[in-house]
């Protein structure tokens, strides 16, 4: 079943971005952790956190490099057209959302002059422009007015990049902070509304990092575009950030204001004040052989980066990356925002044991501990149903104990349903697609009660990409068969 991912909404609204609930897992590896956040439209966005926190993951499911494990990515353009972008292809992405990015690494067509490099981002509009036929080559119909329609439109950006002087240069020849503006200038050419930056001052000096910024506010100002941008240089995004979204481990510790999140202490802990050294020698230890047998072998090739890429994980499933065929763990409270959390409370602790009432609570609480040995255990047996996900699971009406004839659908076909809650679902006894189509209200309830969705069933539409995944299994199904029949009646002749 094949789905429009656009959907035109009446009215438009402020958030241009919204990610809900988004989850990226390699393996048993967790980069982003349960992540939501809204970047706002006319706004410059930054996405802040130590090396590895999942910052260029987060940039990789937006624009369709990676396909998330679980959650949404919302995208509204001006006209009020709404993406799920989690759903369309990455070209898609570019072409019809009207998101560009760019890389860590600079990209450009080194080989190619300074106003190519902006022409070569029109190319769609160029096409369009030539009927797709020999029209560009001839310089007929409309394409000779969309050519110097695209040169114009390339030469504003080398002025406002201030590159003017370097366009019939090779791009190759220029120094270094002039590419990182040439870079977005050629992003720009493409007309975003969302451009995302990945780390564009990493390498830069005072003065060129002072010439990003105007470039960035020129932006900003005078064309709509909003700004997504990833940033370690602290100055540049205090200055001209409108909201500032910090992460660890995969995981959003603060959300607000550049001034608010300067002086967060959960932030200073985790990010702003830590030294590298302090960091690795705090946050991991090695060989944590429980965590190990828990976890799947390793990244999965289909939807993630290569074993040598940085694949960082939070406090829950404790693990870090892989580094020479080791494994790295996190340290249980090894995260610096937990630790100023920590702190906090334990500087609250004093002004409780100065209440009159709390000594003769704790030595009300010692004998109680000390005379009920045996007696402890009775509490233990009611945490295990607690413990024990199947109670909310008795809802679904249509369990089975075993799969038919011993082999279930792939689940993973639905999407929205991640590895971790085919394996949930299966160990319920959901494991064909024809057992969620045939889900009622109080079936729908049950599972997002144990999967603690919240109505993402519906939102997602479980139950109708089920039944045309299961209509499709019956179609092919059905030529099997048909073909042994008619092998059958070929052999009587």
């Not at 990789?60 to 009020?80: A, D, H, L, S, V």
């Not at 003017?164 to 590419?179: F, K, M, N, S, V």
């Not at 060129?208 to 960035?216: D, K, R, V, Y």
């Not at 009432?357 to 045996?374: L, Q």
């Amino acid at each position: 079943m094949t789905s429009n991912p656009a959907v035109t909404t009446s009215a438009m609204t402020e958030n241009i971005l919204q990610l809900e609930h988004l989850s990226m897992k390699f393996g048993g590896l967790i980069a982003i952790g349960d992540l939501s956040f809204a970047a706002r439209r006319g706004e410059i966005t930054a996405l802040i956190g130590p090396n590895g926190a999942g910052k260029t993951t987060v940039f990789n499911c937006i624009t369709g490099f990676y396909k998330p494990t679980e959650g949404m990515i919302r995208f509204t353009g001006r006209q009020g057209n709404e993406f799920l972008l989690e759903r369309m292809p990455d070209f898609q992405i570019t072409a019809k959302a009207k998101v560009a990015r760019t890389f860590q690494n600079i990209r450009l067509f080194s080989g190619m002059t300074v106003l190519e490099n902006l022409l070569v981002a029109q190319h769609n509009k160029l096409m369009k422009a030539s009927g797709y036929t020999i029209m560009g080559l001839l310089g007929i119909g409309g394409y000779r007015h969309a050519s110097a329609e695209s040169i114009e439109f390339a030469k504003m950006w080398l002025e406002k990049a201030d590159l003017t002087d370097r366009a019939d240069d090779p791009a190759g020849d220029l120094p270094y902070g002039a590419q990182r503006r040439l870079e977005i200038a050629r992003a720009m050419c493409t007309e975003p509304e969302l451009l995302c930056l990945d780390e564009p001052a990493a390498g830069l000096n005072p003065r060129e990092s002072l010439a990003l910024n105007t470039l960035l506010m020129d932006i900003k100002s005078n064309t709509g575009t909003s700004i997504l941008l990833i940033e370690h240089d602290m100055s540049v995004v205090m200055q001209i950030s409108d909201h500032v979204v910090v992460l660890e481990y995969g995981r959003k510790i603060a959300d607000g204001n550049p001034e608010s999140v300067k002086t967060d202490p959960r932030v200073i802990a985790a990010y702003l004040g830590v030294d590298d050294e302090e960091v690795e020698t705090v946050l991991t230890e090695v060989g944590d052989d429980e965590v190990l047998e828990q976890l799947d072998a390793g990244p999965d090739p289909e939807q993630g980066p290569e074993a040598s890429a940085s694949m960082l994980a939070g406090p829950v499933s404790e693990t870090v990356g892989h580094r020479d065929d080791e494994r790295v763990t996190v340290s249980k409270g090894a995260s610096k925002a937990e630790q100023a959390d920590a702190a906090a409370k334990a500087s609250a602790r004093p002004a409780r044991k100065t209440a009159p009432k709390s000594p003769p609570a704790k030595t009300a609480a010692k004998p109680a501990a000390t005379a009920g040995a045996k007696p402890a255990k009775s509490p233990a047996p009611a945490a295990k149903p607690a413990a024990k996900p199947a109670a909310p699971a008795k809802g679904i009406s249509n369990r089975l104990a075993a799969p038919r004839g011993g082999k279930p659908d792939d689940l993973l076909a639905i999407k929205g349903i991640g590895p971790v809650n085919q394996k949930k679902l299966n160990e319920h006894g959901i494991f064909h697609f024809d057992q969620i189509a045939a889900w009622k209200k109080a079936d729908i309830e049950a599972a997002e009660a144990y999967l603690a969705f919240d109505g993402r069933i519906a939102r997602e539409d479980w139950i109708g990409q089920a039944k045309a995944l299961d209509k499709a299994a019956g179609k092919a199904a059905a030529k099997g068969k048909a073909a042994p029949a008619a092998g059958k009646r070929g052999g009587r002749k």
